[in-house]
T-cell receptor, first 115, second 112 residues
Framework: ETGVTQTPRHLVMGMTNKKSLKCEQH?????MYWYKQSAKKPLELMFV???????ENNSVPSRFSPECPNSSHLFLHLHTLQPEDSALYLC??????????????FGPGTRLTVL | LAKTTQPISMDSYEGQEVNITCSHN???????ITWYQQFPSQGPRFIIQ?????VTNEVASLFIPADRKSSTLSLPRVSLSDTAVYYC?????????????WGLGTSLAVNP
């Protein structure tokens, strides 16, 4: 257990569905992240939140919409996804911005399949 | 932005020392080098972090030469449970944001 939980662990959705991924951290951290992990590609940082404020959006398509209602919870709202969006979506948190002495703690991920 | 390059895969045997090298030619002055380990169906887990020379903790050592253009993760006496993917991460400042550059990872297989 890393102190970061993600639900659901697996999700299958059609391209016209709307779904949400949830992440919760029990570590008292101030920064939270969404990553996309696809086979044979580096981990892709999608969004970064510091103290509930979005500080980074790495050119992510608008069909992915993050929400951070408080420093412990992070959501990723999904709508009209494409099959190429199928991947493992990882949530992470860190005490401060990731870097020196701010190691990231990852959740187990949500395996998303878009049909 | 820094880009990291690692071997795609490595094989070893129980009890051996394993060294995984990561290249990061464009590393910036303020960047630190961090290594993570990932098992199937789990998120990555922090192993070690360093800036230069050598860092050692209870599970690994990290060697960084003076030019900092590469780093080597050393796992002493590996066991079957060390079979995992190992990622090299270089933290990069880009304006007011930190761009986190992950490598493709090295898939380490430890054989009996």
């Amino acid at each position: 257990e890393t102190g970061v939980t993600q639900t659901p662990r697996h999700l299958v959705m059609g391209m016209t569905n709307k779904k949400s991924l949830k992440c919760e951290q029990h570590l008292g951290h101030n920064a939270m992240y969404w990553y996309k992990q696809s086979a044979k590609k580096p981990l892709e940082l999608m969004f970064v939140y510091n103290f509930k404020e979005q500080t980074e959006n790495n050119s992510v398509p608008s069909r992915f919409s993050p929400e951070c209602p408080n420093s412990s919870h992070l959501f990723l709202h999904l709508h009209t996804l494409q099959p190429e969006d199928s991947a493992l979506y990882l949530c992470a948190s860190s005490q401060g911005p990731a870097g020196r002495y701010n190691e990231q703690f990852f959740g187990p991920g949500t395996r998303l399949t878009v049909l | 932005l820094a880009k990291t390059t690692q071997p795609i895969s490595m094989d070893s045997y129980e009890g051996q020392e394993v060294n995984i090298t990561c290249s990061h030619n464009n590393i910036a002055t303020n960047d630190y080098i961090t290594w993570y380990q990932q098992f199937p169906s789990q998120g990555p887990r922090f192993i070690i972090q360093g800036y230069k020379t050598k860092v050692t903790n209870e599970v690994a050592s990290l060697f960084i030469p003076a030019d900092r253009k590469s780093s080597t993760l050393s796992l002493p006496r590996v066991s079957l449970s060390d079979t995992a993917v190992y990622y090299c991460l270089v933290g990069q400042n880009a304006g007011n944001n930190r761009k986190l550059i992950w490598g493709l990872g090295t898939s380490l297989a430890v054989n009996p």
